[in-house]
Structures are given as C-alpha cells and as structure tokens.
T-cell receptor, first 111, second 112 residues
C-alpha cells in the first residue's frame, strides 16, 4: 500500500529561523509529488509539483526538493504569515490522477 | 472569474437527514473529486469523476453518493447511512492535461 508520511506533525519557529519539513513516501514509479498550503478553515492552495529526483522548485521563501524516497520543503527566514498546515501528496503510477495525501505539518511562526 | 465554488460554507444536519453539498467549477477541468478532512488528519478520497455521467468510489465512499450530470457540477450527498459525517468536505478539480488538483474553499458539516 502506498504511504505518505510527513514530519514533524507540528513545528514552531521564531521569525527568521529557517527549517525544513519532510515528506517521505513508499510509492514506486512516482508520477508526481505535490505540495499544498492550507490555512485554517480553507481549502488547500497549490504550491509545487515535482516529477523527478533532483528537481527543485522555489517560490518566495519556500523551496521544494525531491529525492527517490522523500521530499523536503525548505523555509528560509520565515515570517508569521507563513504559518499554515503544509500538505504533501503523491501520484502513484497506476492510479490515474489520484493523489495520496500525508497527514500534514502544522507550522507556527512566532514574531 | 475562474474558480471552484462550494456551498454552503457551513451546514448543520440532524441525525437521520440526508444533506447535499454543492461543488461548481468554471475551470473547464474534466475531473472532479470529493475529499473528507478530519481534525489533524490528511485528506481522504470519497468519490471522483473523470467524465460526465461516470464516477468511481474512493477510499471511504460508504454513506455517500454523487452525480455528474454536467461537467461543471459534482454534488455530494451525505446520507443517513454515514455514521460519523461531521468533518470538513473539500471539492477539487483536475484534468488529463494537468496533474495537479485545485481545491475549493470547503464546506464544514456538523451533525447536531
């Protein structure tokens, strides 16, 4: 069974304190890995798609990277407005456009 | 203004009632999805549809039903057979060209 595990479950940072969120997966032949940001009471907002090991994508203070077993979402010099839950999802090779989601990491950035 | 709309934003259901959640999109995406999110958990797939008049069960379809009569609309009915329906329900769209799924704002359902 395909599994996606995100760690840590929750992360508290001081403003400006850089860190990384982890998404590990057991899917073989990954078609794509997706990162979303979700604010409380709202739908997830698409951030990045990664397709192959070694690929990197950046957006403002966020950079996503991918290896054969895991993905990292690096947050550089975070601000309080980066506080949200970050969701990772994988697209297995034989499941059409279906996504399997991890449990998410709740990030809190204190000023 | 392109996007995905879900209504209502909040919904309260009495035990034994069926309720229907609306999802409409004008992105011209072929595929539509319904997910359920419980507090502190990831998203679980309820039903999905890749084409009009066709839909498939996801991982947790019991107690739910859907229809896809138009490309733009994919309503979800939560039936009285769903024993624990209190949750946040999310509709998403995607397509054959794009692999990503895009989400609506969600409906929070509470059973009284």
């Amino acid at each position: 069974e395909d599994q996606v595990t995100q760690s840590p479950e929750a992360l508290r940072l001081q403003e400006g304190e850089s860190s990384s969120l982890n998404c590990s997966y057991t899917v073989s032949g990954l078609r794509g890995l997706f990162w979303y940001r979700q604010d409380p009471g709202k739908g997830p907002e698409f951030l990045f798609t990664l397709y192959s090991a070694g690929e990197e994508k950046e957006k403002e203070r966020l950079k996503a990277t991918l290896t054969k077993k895991e993905s990292f979402l690096h947050i550089t010099a975070p601000k309080p407005e980066d506080s949200a839950t970050y969701l990772c999802a994988v697209q297995p090779p034989d499941a059409g456009n279906m996504l399997t989601f991890g449990g998410g990491t709740r990030l809190m950035v204190k000023p | 203004d392109g996007g995905i709309t879900q209504s209502p934003k909040y919904l309260f259901r009495k035990e034994g009632q069926n309720v229907t959640l609306s999802c409409e999109q004008n992105l011209n995406h072929d595929a539509m999805y319904w997910y359920r999110q419980d507090p502190g958990q990831g998203l679980r797939l309820i039903y999905y549809s890749q084409i009009v008049n066709d839909f498939q069960k996801g991982d947790i379809a019991e107690g739910y039903s859907v229809s896809r009569e138009k490309k733009e609309s994919f309503p979800l009915t939560v039936t009285s057979a769903q024993k624990n329906p209190t949750a946040f329900y999310l509709c998403a769209t995607g397509g054959y060209v794009v692999n990503e799924q895009f989400f609506g704002p969600g409906t929070r359902l509470t059973v009284l």
